[in-house]
């Protein structure tokens, strides 16, 4: 059984920074997206990392302010937000995929085969 722990998130005025990791256990190397959900809308993405690390792809709504990187030992992902705005307030899932497929294939829900509990994040104005 695989399970992606989440942590981090909170509550942040605008402007600020949160980050947010997702460790999957047992310790595997996945391609791993974030996705987030407002109340009352769909869960949209946000983005992901390939199984390499090497690649990269953000939503259009987080590009320039939010990165994704990976810690090689533990293959913990971590989401670097930044100039965070309360358009972004939700909460925040990770997923996981192991089988191929594209970089931007990443960005489709149904491509991923674990997800995560969710951790909130409240942005303020």
């Known amino acids: 059984q695989v399970q992606l722990v989440e942590s981090g998130g909170g509550l942040v005025q605008a402007g600020g920074s949160l980050r947010v990791s997702c460790a999957p256990r047992?310790?595997?190397?996945?391609?791993m997206g974030w996705f987030r959900q407002a109340p009352g809308k769909e869960r949209d993405f946000v983005g992901a990392i390939s199984i390499s690390g090497e690649a990269t792809v953000y939503g259009d709504s987080v590009k320039g302010r939010f990165t994704i990187s990976r810690y090689d030992t533990n293959n913990t992902v971590l989401l670097q937000m930044n100039s965070l705005k309360p358009e972004d307030t939700g909460v925040y899932y990770c997923?996981?995929?192991?089988?191929?497929?594209?970089?931007?294939?990443?960005?489709?829900?149904?491509?991923?085969?674990?997800w995560g509990q969710g951790t909130q994040v409240t942005v303020s104005s």
């Open positions: 047992p310790d595997n190397n996945y391609a």
């Open positions: 997923a996981a995929r192991l089988g191929p497929g594209s970089v931007q294939s990443l960005r489709i829900k149904s491509t991923y085969e674990h």
